[in-house]
């Protein structure tokens, strides 16, 4: 019976862990639903112009875009806990597909999307959230800087209505120049404006509209405000329904002067299993061969979407700590479930986020009315889509992404370590000019030396004259634990003090900052051991932890001088002095020193 | 004038420190040369035979391993700084040298030394011998008793007579088992003869002769004791010219009841660019695709023949500081001279260096007359190599490599750490079952794997009830630096303990591990002031270092807590807990706290 009572209390509680509306959807009232539905809406309206133009980033008919916008928004009310968090196709995720997809067909991103949701899914079921965590702050700002030039880059070409196929940044640049000449005016003109005009819309939510309370006007004023800030956020549809009706009337009158999204699939993805096999250019591929031909993407893509994800979670967590591993799950189920409806890989969107924050969201539920807003478009508005122009939806992508470029990391990052400036610079230059997909590895792979590196390099500090009252004695300080990249630089440094000119003096090592110490570290020590009793010197350890003494301990037999107290270390000090050199460790040992101390006592830990 | 002795005293220390010779020449005495010549002698009768050996473990021509002998012997003179080091072909480099040089010819080999050398050389005038620092001891010993069981199992046909050829270990076991039946009766019995016999002369080292020195006898005796040492150390030239002279014998009489090395080239190896482009099977390889068929040797065969070099010398060091440096400089040198005389890959043999070391070698000049003996075996002996019998070679490498097996490390790594096994055991399975040249940095992944782990989970000690005077808090201290992977986990950290029921207790983070810190790490404890200012409650971060503080400091404006003493904590906790919650931190800052410390008193320094 209270077994029992235990166990439903642990279900309940992971319940409310892994399955957060359990929690907030028994306190949900109407007027949350209110506002969930305005922000809702709100964050639809700009997810669907965003949801066709990142399909053409991921190079796959605009449907797909939609699709990818429909499942996440409702699998992320049941499971998501940042109620904030957009879950939809994003530039930067659509812009490592298409690296991965490129020349294939939309069954390879679908599949993308499973496997990596397999992956997010996985990693949180496994705790391995902490992975993501070797991806500093740099090396996502360099990613993320040259995502949003790469993706802009990508664009420009539908800006002047020109048509070429191109491998990477460097190549569309250059196809660029070459086809300039055949520009569109057109579409010069309607992709300039609308970026102006976006660029316009954008500042409006920064307009200041002083009121006075006391004013019989300030009611009109506080309305106007409100309605600034929803043009500012609707912006993205505001255009596109405008440039789509023009196009409507142009082609009634005769023909339009820019080129136009054209037909899209109208109606509800058909759910079905993943693509496990697939054809494209006259081969068959099977399970393993696409699996292989997504290469390492069924990792990168994961890394970069949790890494959003978690990032957005955090931005809004208020002070709240954010449960990763719930983030992940989260995610993964998306990409999961929207996969059995032809989604691309999909992840938390930061600019639409905002939007959200802005729009005043309540729960998640918001979710619901952006899902429904999708499926209204899917169902009826598919036939007006053929309208938008396609340099419309160039510029919303260009000024979607352009606040990406993230110039003003630089500053901070060179005023507070800047070191850190080579892994964003590394980053951000690999995936300009060799690759999006590798130009993140090599960020990684640089911050990780640099991480070795420390990781054999401790700091180490040397006082040769560290007194303790009328003793004065050689006293080194390793500022890290003893692993084993870092022991024969210690050793060097403790062998060097040990033949330096103050013959008299014992050197003793300080252990306090070490906590751990493996079996190579521990053979360290007994060399060094050696070496000192070859030349007659002593060394002693103090404050060394008892792990690490034992471990020392077992790899050889042979004693060794330990304090873990300054009386201590005072007293062996003294009896060194006393017969300050060969001084016999047996002899010590009998006069009743530790050799193998207690653990010591934290002194410092209470200042 | 002055600056000329200046030049001059800086150019004579530098020629000490990279041409060690210059140091010890000149002090160089007719005693010394007796001692070298002796000590030469008796390396270089062990030296031929492996020689020989080990080229056929790489699966060359015999005479190659003569000339691997040759130059290496000579180099080691001018650069050596380990008088004890034998440089010349070893079992493990020859089974590195096959595994990648497979099917190949010669100039494959050759070319493998040349570029090894020009690494070796480049690490050690770049310093990156910090690099070989990331193979842990138990890798070592993982990687070590793998090669010593794949080289005696390539062995093992010989000592049958059979004749077949394999890709692995595994293979080569199942072959032996299918062909045991069509084993050669002689092979087996000289074969099994010679590894007893040098089973047997290697343990007349370890005979005692008790002799009384009044005795007369003793004399005698004594020099019966030097004959014994002799023999086992010259075991190997020994069984290989009894069996050679046995063979001989019995072909002069009629036929040879087990098979011969059969002919070897005679004379010096031609001197000669190593070879830039090659052609085998019917394919001419240039430089390119020779690098690329070398592939990973290139790194790892320099990697394991520093490890090895840098390992012996410590090894006789004498508790004298090894210049890593110079020992990369001397092998690289050895390496790429070695490959202007068709040299396979060389580095330093542990057996030889034990049989010099006791031998009685004075100088590296013993290096000289191993030289000379493999001068004049390669102009006189090598028609009487024709009769060396296989098995005996065989015998002569099983017997060498067995005790290379170190089945004695295991108990005191499981003593001292057993995750240091899981590294050890990894390379050692990679090594046997996969390939020998993946399980080495199968094994280096997986300890950089763990070193990662480390660095991002740090030890953070948490006290709840810290006090101070009367004052009680909340004390947390990591134990390490606070680099991007370890920020989140300590973040969390110090979060939750600021959301716990104690609300009306301050936050100390004690900074005192603290010595680096990265932009991730100051973006996520700026985070962290966020949480806590958004929560209305403090954190005070104690003993920070001030380059750590203005790191923080420059990524966000925002002011924070900082103490640089018991008392200066004291008085901030005084504070707060006049004014627990909601303090202002402005108020704080015009009360005169800094909020940027000078650099902490190293208060714990002296004890």
């Known amino acids: 019976m209270l077994f029992d009572v235990m166990l439903a209390k642990k279900f309940k509680k992971i319940l409310d862990k892994r399955l957060p509306i359990v929690k907030w959807l028994p306190r949900y009232k109407l007027k949350d639903s209110v506002s969930d539905m305005m922000g809702g809406f709100t964050v639809g309206i700009t997810m669907i112009p965003q949801a066709l133009a990142y399909a053409s980033v991921a190079g796959l008919p605009p449907q797909y875009g939609l699709y990818s916008a429909l499942i996440g928004s409702f699998v992320y009310i049941f499971l998501g806990t940042c109620k904030e968090l957009s879950i939809g196709p994003t530039a930067v995720i659509a812009l490592l597909t298409s690296s991965y997809t490129h020349r294939t067909n939309p069954d390879m991103a679908v599949l993308l999307c499973f496997l990596s949701g397999c992956v997010e899914l996985l990693c949180g079921i496994f705790n391995l959230g902490f992975l993501v965590q070797f991806v500093s702050l740099p090396v996502v700002a360099g990613f993320n800087s040259a995502a949003a030039i790469i993706t802009a880059t990508s664009q420009l070409k539908k800006i002047f209505g020109l048509q070429f196929d191109s491998e990477n940044c460097l190549e569309t640049w250059r196809k660029l120049v070459e086809n300039i000449h055949k520009y569109n005016l057109g579409d010069v003109i309607l992709g300039v404006s609308c970026i102006v005009v976006l660029l316009s819309l954008r500042r409006l939510k920064y307009v ?17 405000k409100k309605v600034l800030r929803f043009i500012a956020m609707g912006r993205n549809a505001l255009v596109v329904i405008v440039c789509a009706a023009v196009a409507y009337a142009l082609k009634k009158k005769g023909d339009v002067p820019f080129s136009l999204a054209g037909n899209i699939d109208p109606g509800m993805p058909q759910a079905e299993v993943p693509p496990f096999s697939t054809t494209f ?65 999909i992840a938390g969107s930061l600019s639409r986020s905002a939007v959200s924050n802005a729009s005043g969201i309540r729960t998640q539920m918001g979710g619901l009315y952006v899902g429904i807003l999708v499926i209204l478009s899917l169902s009826l508005l598919t036939p007006y889509f053929y309208f938008i122009p396609e340099a419309t939806l160039a510029s919303v992508i260009i000024c979607s992404v352009i606040f990406m470029v993230e110039v003003r990391m630089i500053k901070p990052i060179w005023g507070s370590n800047k070191r850190d400036l080579i892994p964003a610079f590394a980053t951000f230059l690999a995936c300009l000019f060799i690759a999006v997909e590798l130009g993140i590895v090599i960020g990684i792979v640089v911050d990780v030396i640099f991480l070795l590196y420390f990781s054999a390099r401790p700091r180490v500090l040397v006082e040769k004259k560290a007194i303790l009252g009328d003793l004065e004695y050689i006293l080194i300080t390793p500022s890290s634990d003893l692993l084993f990249p870092a022991i024969d630089f210690v050793r060097e440094i403790v062998a060097k003090a040990g033949i330096s000119k103050h013959q008299d003096k014992a050197v003793v090592v300080n252990c306090k900052h070490m906590y751990r110490a493996d079996f190579t570290a521990a053979q360290g020590i007994q060399d060094l051991l050696q070496d000192f009793r070859k030349r007659n010197r002593h060394v002693i350890f103090h404050s060394m932890r008892s792990g690490v003494a034992k471990m020392i301990g077992r790899v050889s037999a042979a004693e060794f001088l330990c304090s873990s107290s300054g009386e201590e270390l005072t007293q062996i000090l003294t009896d060194l002095r006393a017969a300050p050199l060969g001084l016999d460790q047996e002899s010590l040992q009998i006069e009743g020193y530790k050799t193998l101390p207690e653990e010591p006592v934290l002194y410092e830990a209470h200042m």
């Open 208 to 224: 200041k509209i002083p009121y006075d309370k006391e004013n019989p006007k300030a009611g009109r004023k506080r309305a106007l």
């Open 281 to 345: 250019g006259n081969q068959t591929y099977s399970f393993i061969e696409m699996c292989e031909y997504l290469s390492s993407g069924i990792a990168i893509v994961p890394i970069v979407s949790t890494i959003g994800n978690i990032a957005i979670a955090k931005a809004f967590a208020h002070g709240v700590i954010i449960d990763s591993t719930q983030e992940m799950i989260a995610l993964g189920t998306c990409n999961i479930v929207g996969s059995f409806f032809h989604s691309l890989p």
